[in-house]
């Protein structure tokens, strides 16, 4: 069954400093790996996938995750953070021929 | 959001009544989904479905209903069955075409609340 996992509910950080959101998953094969991102009151936007190649995928809005398959995890990152970056960002895999799986979600504060 | 909407933004329902979400699309996307979402608890599938006239149970199917009679459209109902109904609705769609790994656009949901 696959699985996915973000360890933390939320994550504080300084405007300006870096951002790390964590995701783990449990999946076997080579899972297809996704980061979205949830405004209040919104649906969710897609940020960034992993599919093959690099292990370091670049998306929208300067975000960036890794891929590392011995760990099997896919971390969220940004060089420097914004206020407006503040929301609830989710992990999702998806094995092929299979439904996405999400977590739990990791809410992101940036405080000015 | 771009691309799907949803209807109502807000709905309250009484005990023992029905509820139909609407969801439409005019992206040209084979593939159609509802989710649940509940605080702490991610997003959670309720129906699918990958062309017209077919759809498949997620894993929380029970107390809902869904129809796929257009590509645009993938309205879900809400039954009296469904015992907590209380939660926020997504809609997302996708393009299919034989691959897994397109990501899925969402609408902006509805909220429906119980009373």
């Known amino acids: 069954a696959q699985s996915v996992a973000q360890p933390e509910d939320q994550v504080n950080v300084a405007e300006g400093n870096p951002l790390t959101v964590k995701c783990t998953y449990s999946?076997?094969?080579?899972?297809?790996l996704f980061w979205y991102v949830q405004y209040p009151n919104r649906g969710l936007q897609f940020l960034l996938k992993?599919?093959?190649?690099?292990?370091l995928v670049k998306g929208s809005y300067g975000f960036e995750a890794e891929f590392n398959k011995s760990q099997t995890s896919f971390h969220l990152k940004k060089p420097s953070a914004l206020v407006s970056d503040s929301a609830l960002y989710f992990c999702?895999?998806?094995?092929?021929?299979?439904?996405?799986?999400f977590g739990p979600g990791t809410r992101l504060s940036v405080l000015p | 959001d771009g691309g799907i909407t949803q209807s109502p933004k807000y709905l309250f329902r009484k005990e023992g009544q029905n509820v139909t979400l609407s969801c439409e699309q005019n992206?040209?996307?084979?593939?159609m989904y509802w989710y649940r979402q509940d605080p702490g608890q991610g997003l959670r599938l309720i129906y699918y479905?990958?062309?017209?006239?077919?759809?498949q149970k997620g894993d929380i199917a029970e107390g809902y209903s869904v129809s796929r009679e257009k590509k645009e459209s993938f309205p879900l109902t809400v039954t009296s069955a469904q015992k907590n109904p209380t939660a926020f609705y997504l809609c997302?769609?996708?393009?299919?075409?034989?691959?897994?790994?397109?990501?899925?656009?969402f609408g902006p949901g509805t909220r429906l609340t119980v009373l």
């Open positions: 997302a769609s996708s393009i299919e075409s034989g691959s897994s790994y397109n990501e899925q656009f």
């Open positions: 999946v076997s094969g080579n899972p297809y």
């Open positions: 992993y599919i093959t190649g690099d292990n």
């Open positions: 999702a895999v998806r094995n092929y021929g299979q439904n996405f799986v």
């Open positions: 992206l040209n996307h084979d593939a």
């Open positions: 479905s990958q062309i017209v006239n077919d759809f």
